[in-house]
């Protein structure tokens, strides 16, 4: 399984001198195996940037595949969806996946297409674009995606809606995805560290700092100090602090990871452009 990050920050795209070595796009994770489908973890900012980078391949000409799954539906979550290239190449065939809450998730989505916000053509419709499916995620039902045995579940608080971590495998490594989860009581935090458990990659929201933390405690976001206690219950190998804060400054990234040197498995703050093997 190879996993890169094309996103890394929350909230919204500042780009600065400070934080120019961890990257400023939202959210996004691109996840390949050995088949040939395309699994992605968020449609951020990140997203224009990975869209750019298939459509030098099959989905530039029409014959790609790929698996959206989202987290939840703010806009660091979202914002790159109109502009991914790939998805108005006819022939192309993109299966979107997500929790939507009191709505669908594709009516949540189709509306921030309108034409009153979006100047992009609306491949949601038929007759534009590619084949786009979304689905709304069955919280029982683990999907199996290509070679992707995907499980989810919404593991702690989130603010504006449903919140939906993933654990990934393809038979040879497993990647755990929090991206935002806000630990309430003890029984979400041993929920994660089940979902997370002996995770190859855990990839997950360190948005408030430590020392931060306690005054915005409910506020939907983790801290490193949190996601370093889920990697450790659950015996991952490796821990990714990521949905960085959009002011959080490289060295401020880098003070946290220092802060954690303690810990059993490798810690490191997530780049934009970094890659994994597992």
Known sequence: MKVKLWG?????SIPRPQTRRYGVNT????VESSGSSTLILDGG?????????????????????????????????IQ??????????????FRLFGRGGARS???????????????VPNFFYDHIG????????DEKQPLQLGEFQ????????????????????DGHATLAYLPVVDYRDEASRERAAALCRGADLLIHDAYHSDDEYPARQHSGHSCPLHAADVASRADAK???????????TDDELDAAVSALSDRPMPIEAGCEGNEYSL
């Open 45 to 77: 900012i990140g997203l224009n940037g990975l869209g750019n980078a298939l459509f030098a391949g099959a989905f530039g000409r029409g014959q790609g595949q790929a698996h959206l799954l989202f987290s939840h539906t703010h806009w660091s979550h």
């Open 80 to 93: 790159g969806v109109p502009f991914c290239l790939p998805l108005l190449i006819p022939g192309n065939a």
């Open 150 to 169: 995907v499980e989810h579940a919404e593991v702690g608080h989130s603010h504006g809606g449903p919140c939906t971590a993933y654990r990934i495998s």
């Open 130 to 137: 590619a084949q786009v499916d979304v689905c709304d995620l």
């Open 238 to 248: 490796h821990l990714i602090l990521f949905n960085h804060h959009p002011m959080r």
């Open 8 to 12: 890394a920050r929350g909230g919204i």
């Open 105 to 119: 998730m594709r009516a949540l989505l189709l509306e921030q297409m309108q034409p009153t916000f979006c100047p």
């Open 27 to 30: 959210l996004c994770v691109q």
